[in-house]
Protein backbone atom coordinates (compact mmCIF):
# COMPACT_ATOMS: atom_id res chain seq x y z
CA UNK A 1 0.00 0.00 0.00
CA UNK A 2 3.37 2.60 1.04
CA UNK A 3 4.67 1.88 -2.77
CA UNK A 4 1.40 3.10 -4.50
CA UNK A 5 0.61 5.69 -1.82
CA UNK A 6 2.73 8.39 -4.12
CA UNK A 7 0.68 7.52 -7.28
CA UNK A 8 -2.39 7.38 -5.34
CA UNK A 9 -1.72 11.05 -4.05
CA UNK A 10 -0.64 12.21 -7.54
CA UNK A 11 -3.79 10.86 -9.00
CA UNK A 12 -6.17 12.76 -6.26
CA UNK A 13 -4.36 15.44 -7.33
CA UNK A 14 -5.02 15.71 -10.56
CA UNK A 15 -8.51 14.78 -10.12
CA UNK A 16 -8.74 17.58 -8.06
CA UNK A 17 -7.40 20.08 -9.89
CA UNK A 18 -9.53 19.50 -12.98
CA UNK A 19 -12.47 19.51 -10.92
CA UNK A 20 -11.20 23.06 -9.06
CA UNK A 21 -10.20 24.02 -12.52
CA UNK A 22 -14.23 23.58 -13.67
CA UNK A 23 -16.33 24.82 -10.53
CA UNK A 24 -13.70 27.76 -11.06
CA UNK A 25 -14.96 27.90 -14.78
CA UNK A 26 -18.48 27.77 -13.77
CA UNK A 27 -18.29 30.10 -10.48
CA UNK A 28 -16.26 33.14 -11.82
CA UNK A 29 -18.73 34.38 -14.70
CA UNK A 30 -22.12 35.43 -13.60
CA UNK A 31 -23.84 33.44 -16.11
CA UNK A 32 -28.04 34.08 -17.19
CA UNK A 33 -30.70 31.88 -18.60
CA UNK A 34 -31.72 32.89 -21.92
CA UNK A 35 -33.82 30.21 -23.39
CA UNK A 36 -33.50 26.39 -23.36
CA UNK A 37 -32.35 24.13 -26.11
CA UNK A 38 -35.32 22.56 -28.23
CA UNK A 39 -33.91 21.22 -30.92
CA UNK A 40 -30.13 19.10 -31.71
CA UNK A 41 -29.24 17.88 -34.78
CA UNK A 42 -26.11 15.91 -35.75
CA UNK A 43 -24.51 15.28 -39.45
CA UNK A 44 -22.51 11.98 -39.28
CA UNK A 45 -21.31 12.75 -42.97
CA UNK A 46 -20.62 16.19 -43.77
CA UNK A 47 -23.43 17.45 -46.47
CA UNK A 48 -25.14 13.92 -45.63
CA UNK A 49 -28.93 13.56 -44.25
CA UNK A 50 -29.36 15.22 -40.89
CA UNK A 51 -30.42 13.74 -37.16
CA UNK A 52 -32.46 15.21 -34.64
CA UNK A 53 -31.30 13.80 -31.75
CA UNK A 54 -32.29 13.93 -27.64
CA UNK A 55 -29.32 14.06 -26.24
CA UNK A 56 -25.41 13.94 -26.95
CA UNK A 57 -22.15 13.77 -25.28
CA UNK A 58 -20.17 16.82 -26.36
CA UNK A 59 -16.34 16.13 -27.61
CA UNK A 60 -13.95 18.77 -28.83
CA UNK A 61 -13.98 17.52 -32.24
CA UNK A 62 -18.57 18.06 -32.18
CA UNK A 63 -21.47 15.99 -30.91
CA UNK A 64 -20.88 12.73 -30.45
CA UNK A 65 -25.00 10.75 -30.31
CA UNK A 66 -24.76 7.40 -28.46
CA UNK A 67 -26.99 4.97 -30.16
CA UNK A 68 -27.15 2.39 -27.25
CA UNK A 69 -26.78 -1.68 -27.71
CA UNK A 70 -23.11 -1.76 -28.05
CA UNK A 71 -23.24 0.07 -31.45
CA UNK A 72 -21.02 2.50 -32.63
CA UNK A 73 -21.41 6.01 -31.65
CA UNK A 74 -22.52 8.64 -34.05
CA UNK A 75 -20.08 11.48 -34.80
CA UNK A 76 -21.15 14.60 -36.36
CA UNK A 77 -19.29 15.49 -39.64
CA UNK A 78 -16.79 12.60 -39.33
CA UNK A 79 -17.63 11.04 -42.78
CA UNK A 80 -17.25 13.19 -46.19
CA UNK A 81 -17.20 12.28 -49.62
CA UNK A 82 -14.30 14.03 -52.03
CA UNK A 83 -13.34 13.78 -55.78
CA UNK A 84 -10.83 11.00 -55.95
CA UNK A 85 -8.97 13.13 -58.83
CA UNK A 86 -9.22 16.65 -57.42
CA UNK A 87 -8.73 15.66 -53.61
CA UNK A 88 -11.35 18.17 -52.96
CA UNK A 89 -14.92 17.15 -50.91
CA UNK A 90 -17.86 16.90 -52.51
CA UNK A 91 -20.44 19.73 -50.88
CA UNK A 92 -24.32 19.68 -50.95
CA UNK A 93 -24.99 23.10 -52.71
CA UNK A 94 -22.80 21.69 -55.50
CA UNK A 95 -24.73 18.11 -55.34
CA UNK A 96 -28.03 18.53 -53.74
CA UNK A 97 -27.83 14.45 -54.03
CA UNK A 98 -25.79 14.52 -51.02
CA UNK A 99 -28.59 15.62 -48.61
CA UNK A 100 -30.40 12.32 -48.57
CA UNK A 101 -26.95 10.45 -48.04
CA UNK A 102 -27.42 8.58 -44.73
CA UNK A 103 -25.23 6.03 -42.05
CA UNK A 104 -26.63 3.73 -39.40
CA UNK A 105 -24.27 1.93 -36.85
CA UNK A 106 -25.28 -1.66 -37.41
CA UNK A 107 -22.67 -3.07 -34.76
CA UNK A 108 -19.84 -2.03 -32.64
CA UNK A 109 -17.53 -2.21 -35.92
CA UNK A 110 -20.07 -1.50 -38.60
CA UNK A 111 -22.15 0.73 -40.18
CA UNK A 112 -24.85 0.92 -42.56
CA UNK A 113 -24.72 3.72 -45.49
CA UNK A 114 -28.43 4.17 -47.32
CA UNK A 115 -29.50 6.45 -49.85
CA UNK A 116 -33.20 6.61 -51.22
CA UNK A 117 -34.70 3.81 -53.72
CA UNK A 118 -30.45 2.55 -53.75
CA UNK A 119 -29.57 -1.07 -51.95
CA UNK A 120 -27.81 -0.01 -48.58
CA UNK A 121 -24.15 -0.86 -48.19
CA UNK A 122 -22.37 -2.12 -45.13
CA UNK A 123 -18.82 -0.61 -44.29
CA UNK A 124 -16.21 -0.87 -41.57
CA UNK A 125 -14.27 1.97 -40.17
CA UNK A 126 -11.07 2.23 -41.37
CA UNK A 127 -8.37 -0.02 -39.94
CA UNK A 128 -5.17 1.68 -41.44
CA UNK A 129 -3.38 5.45 -41.72
CA UNK A 130 -3.75 6.47 -44.79
CA UNK A 131 -2.29 9.44 -44.73
CA UNK A 132 -4.65 11.10 -47.84
CA UNK A 133 -4.99 14.79 -47.60
CA UNK A 134 -8.11 16.44 -49.39
CA UNK A 135 -8.79 20.34 -49.50
CA UNK A 136 -11.82 21.56 -47.58
CA UNK A 137 -12.11 25.09 -48.19
CA UNK A 138 -9.45 27.53 -49.80
CA UNK A 139 -5.93 26.48 -48.73
CA UNK A 140 -6.94 24.18 -45.47
CA UNK A 141 -5.71 20.28 -46.56
CA UNK A 142 -7.34 17.53 -43.96
CA UNK A 143 -6.18 14.22 -43.26
CA UNK A 144 -8.59 11.16 -44.04
CA UNK A 145 -8.76 7.31 -43.88
CA UNK A 146 -10.62 5.97 -47.10
CA UNK A 147 -13.36 3.73 -46.53
CA UNK A 148 -12.67 1.29 -49.41
CA UNK A 149 -13.49 0.35 -53.05
CA UNK A 150 -17.12 -0.90 -52.19
CA UNK A 151 -17.69 2.49 -50.70
CA UNK A 152 -16.14 4.21 -53.12
CA UNK A 153 -18.36 2.81 -55.68
CA UNK A 154 -21.35 3.21 -54.12
CA UNK A 155 -21.17 6.70 -53.01
CA UNK A 156 -20.26 7.58 -56.54
CA UNK A 157 -23.60 5.79 -57.70
CA UNK A 158 -25.49 7.82 -55.14
CA UNK A 159 -24.19 11.00 -56.24
CA UNK A 160 -24.40 10.77 -60.26
CA UNK A 161 -20.40 9.97 -60.56
CA UNK A 162 -18.55 7.91 -62.52
CA UNK A 163 -17.08 4.57 -61.05
CA UNK A 164 -15.24 5.30 -58.29
CA UNK A 165 -15.26 8.71 -59.06
CA UNK A 166 -15.89 9.55 -55.64
CA UNK A 167 -14.52 8.16 -52.79
CA UNK A 168 -16.25 8.34 -48.38
CA UNK A 169 -13.35 9.33 -46.41
CA UNK A 170 -13.37 8.96 -42.27
CA UNK A 171 -11.34 11.55 -39.80
CA UNK A 172 -9.19 9.88 -37.90
CA UNK A 173 -10.80 10.72 -34.53
CA UNK A 174 -8.46 7.84 -32.20
CA UNK A 175 -5.21 9.75 -32.93
CA UNK A 176 -6.39 12.84 -31.52
CA UNK A 177 -5.08 14.75 -34.59
CA UNK A 178 -6.68 18.45 -35.16
CA UNK A 179 -7.03 20.52 -38.15
CA UNK A 180 -4.64 23.64 -38.50
CA UNK A 181 -6.22 26.57 -39.73
CA UNK A 182 -3.26 28.92 -38.80
CA UNK A 183 -3.34 29.80 -42.07
CA UNK A 184 -6.14 32.94 -41.84
CA UNK A 185 -3.88 34.97 -40.20
CA UNK A 186 -6.42 37.93 -40.72
CA UNK A 187 -9.23 36.00 -38.92
CA UNK A 188 -6.94 35.20 -36.25
CA UNK A 189 -6.39 38.83 -35.94
CA UNK A 190 -9.94 39.63 -36.20
CA UNK A 191 -11.41 37.45 -34.25
CA UNK A 192 -9.28 36.62 -31.03
CA UNK A 193 -10.84 33.44 -29.75
CA UNK A 194 -10.35 31.63 -32.95
CA UNK A 195 -8.80 28.78 -31.84
CA UNK A 196 -7.35 25.27 -33.86
CA UNK A 197 -8.69 23.63 -30.76
CA UNK A 198 -12.45 24.91 -31.47
CA UNK A 199 -12.28 22.81 -35.22
CA UNK A 200 -14.86 20.41 -35.30
CA UNK A 201 -14.18 17.24 -37.43
CA UNK A 202 -15.25 18.14 -41.36
CA UNK A 203 -16.88 20.94 -40.37
CA UNK A 204 -16.47 24.70 -41.49
CA UNK A 205 -14.38 26.13 -39.08
CA UNK A 206 -16.21 25.06 -35.91
CA UNK A 207 -16.61 22.61 -33.99
CA UNK A 208 -19.82 23.77 -32.97
CA UNK A 209 -22.96 26.31 -34.49
CA UNK A 210 -26.00 27.04 -32.93
CA UNK A 211 -28.98 29.54 -34.44
CA UNK A 212 -31.84 31.17 -32.35
CA UNK A 213 -35.77 30.44 -32.89
CA UNK A 214 -36.58 34.15 -32.61
CA UNK A 215 -34.01 35.33 -35.34
CA UNK A 216 -35.33 32.79 -37.92
CA UNK A 217 -38.61 33.60 -37.13
CA UNK A 218 -37.75 37.61 -37.72
CA UNK A 219 -35.91 36.55 -40.92
CA UNK A 220 -39.27 35.13 -42.38
CA UNK A 221 -41.19 37.85 -41.26
CA UNK A 222 -38.92 39.87 -44.39
CA UNK A 223 -38.98 37.35 -47.12
CA UNK A 224 -41.66 37.67 -49.57
CA UNK A 225 -43.76 36.05 -51.78
CA UNK A 226 -44.36 32.72 -50.03
CA UNK A 227 -40.97 31.95 -49.01
CA UNK A 228 -40.26 30.89 -45.71
CA UNK A 229 -37.34 29.29 -44.01
CA UNK A 230 -36.53 27.21 -41.12
CA UNK A 231 -33.72 26.31 -38.44
CA UNK A 232 -32.41 23.43 -40.14
CA UNK A 233 -31.83 24.70 -43.11
CA UNK A 234 -28.82 26.51 -41.51
CA UNK A 235 -27.60 23.29 -40.49
CA UNK A 236 -27.20 23.29 -36.89
CA UNK A 237 -26.40 21.43 -34.10
CA UNK A 238 -28.40 23.62 -31.37
CA UNK A 239 -31.64 25.87 -31.98
CA UNK A 240 -32.30 28.05 -29.17
CA UNK A 241 -35.45 29.11 -27.94
CA UNK A 242 -36.28 32.10 -25.70
CA UNK A 243 -33.96 34.74 -26.57
CA UNK A 244 -34.48 38.10 -28.97
CA UNK A 245 -33.99 38.10 -32.23
CA UNK A 246 -30.17 38.11 -32.70
CA UNK A 247 -29.61 38.49 -28.94
CA UNK A 248 -27.53 35.47 -29.94
CA UNK A 249 -24.59 37.97 -31.70
CA UNK A 250 -23.45 39.55 -28.25
CA UNK A 251 -22.83 36.44 -26.34
CA UNK A 252 -19.29 35.02 -25.70
CA UNK A 253 -19.79 32.36 -23.30
CA UNK A 254 -22.25 29.73 -23.59
CA UNK A 255 -23.57 26.62 -21.07
CA UNK A 256 -25.83 23.75 -21.81
CA UNK A 257 -26.73 20.73 -19.33
CA UNK A 258 -22.83 19.97 -18.85
CA UNK A 259 -21.12 21.78 -21.49
CA UNK A 260 -19.34 25.26 -22.03
CA UNK A 261 -18.71 26.65 -25.07
CA UNK A 262 -17.56 29.99 -26.27
CA UNK A 263 -18.62 31.74 -29.27
CA UNK A 264 -15.58 32.78 -31.58
CA UNK A 265 -17.06 34.11 -34.85
CA UNK A 266 -20.47 34.71 -36.89
CA UNK A 267 -21.21 32.04 -39.12
CA UNK A 268 -21.41 33.74 -42.48
CA UNK A 269 -23.54 31.65 -45.29
CA UNK A 270 -23.61 30.83 -48.60
CA UNK A 271 -26.32 29.38 -51.39
CA UNK A 272 -26.45 25.92 -49.11
CA UNK A 273 -29.14 27.61 -46.84
CA UNK A 274 -31.17 28.14 -50.20
CA UNK A 275 -31.51 24.26 -50.25
CA UNK A 276 -34.16 22.43 -48.13
CA UNK A 277 -32.92 20.24 -45.97
CA UNK A 278 -35.40 17.66 -46.73
CA UNK A 279 -36.34 17.59 -50.17
CA UNK A 280 -33.23 18.93 -51.36
CA UNK A 281 -35.12 21.31 -53.78
CA UNK A 282 -33.09 24.70 -54.12
CA UNK A 283 -35.09 27.84 -53.95
CA UNK A 284 -35.98 29.40 -56.92
CA UNK A 285 -35.54 33.26 -55.65
CA UNK A 286 -32.36 32.24 -53.74
CA UNK A 287 -33.98 33.13 -50.60
CA UNK A 288 -33.35 33.08 -47.72
CA UNK A 289 -30.17 34.24 -49.09
CA UNK A 290 -30.99 37.31 -51.17
CA UNK A 291 -32.97 39.09 -47.93
CA UNK A 292 -30.42 37.95 -45.84
CA UNK A 293 -28.09 40.58 -47.87
CA UNK A 294 -29.89 43.75 -47.49
CA UNK A 295 -29.46 43.64 -43.82
CA UNK A 296 -27.45 41.16 -41.91
CA UNK A 297 -23.70 41.44 -43.62
CA UNK A 298 -20.33 41.13 -42.13
CA UNK A 299 -19.86 44.96 -42.65
CA UNK A 300 -23.59 45.50 -41.07
CA UNK A 301 -22.54 43.87 -37.95
CA UNK A 302 -19.50 46.20 -38.07
CA UNK A 303 -16.91 44.04 -39.62
CA UNK A 304 -15.39 45.46 -43.04
CA UNK A 305 -12.20 43.24 -42.95
CA UNK A 306 -13.25 39.58 -43.49
CA UNK A 307 -15.95 38.47 -45.96
CA UNK A 308 -17.31 42.20 -45.75
CA UNK A 309 -20.81 41.46 -48.26
CA UNK A 310 -21.27 38.06 -47.16
CA UNK A 311 -24.87 37.36 -45.46
CA UNK A 312 -24.46 36.10 -41.92
CA UNK A 313 -26.86 33.85 -39.48
CA UNK A 314 -26.14 32.16 -36.78
CA UNK A 315 -22.90 31.63 -34.90
CA UNK A 316 -19.64 29.37 -34.45
CA UNK A 317 -18.78 27.75 -31.29
CA UNK A 318 -15.73 26.53 -29.79
CA UNK A 319 -15.90 23.65 -26.84
CA UNK A 320 -14.39 24.57 -23.27
CA UNK A 321 -15.64 22.52 -21.21
CA UNK A 322 -17.24 18.99 -22.23
CA UNK A 323 -20.12 17.13 -20.81
CA UNK A 324 -23.38 15.97 -21.96
CA UNK A 325 -26.26 17.58 -23.24
CA UNK A 326 -30.21 16.95 -23.83
CA UNK A 327 -33.24 18.74 -25.19
CA UNK A 328 -34.96 20.64 -22.55
CA UNK A 329 -31.64 22.04 -20.86
CA UNK A 330 -31.42 25.64 -20.10
CA UNK A 331 -29.02 27.79 -21.93
CA UNK A 332 -27.29 30.53 -19.69
CA UNK A 333 -24.58 32.66 -21.84
CA UNK A 334 -22.05 34.99 -19.81
CA UNK A 335 -20.97 38.25 -21.31
Known sequence: MSSNLPTLIGLGLVLATGLAMSWALFRRKKWRAVGKLTKMYIYPIKSGRYKEIDEADCTPVGLSFNVGNGKLPLR?????????ETMVFLCGKFNTKMLQMDVEPKDDKTLILSYPG??????????????KMITLWDKEKVRVDDCGEDAARWVSEAVGGKDCEFRLG???LNEGWRR???YRKLEFQVFKSLSNKYTGAFSDMASYNYVN?????????RLTNGNKTKALNFRPNFVIEGPKAYE????RWIKIGDAVFERFRPCTRCIFVTIDSDTGE???NNEPL????KYRTMKMLGEDRIEPHIPVFGQFAGLCQGGKVRRGDIVYVSD
Open 282 to 284: KNK
Open 118 to 131: KENIEITLPEKRDD
Open 76 to 84: DRVFVVYNS
Open 213 to 221: EASVEELNT
Open 170 to 172: YFP
Open 248 to 251: EDSW
Open 180 to 182: DIS
Open 290 to 293: STLR
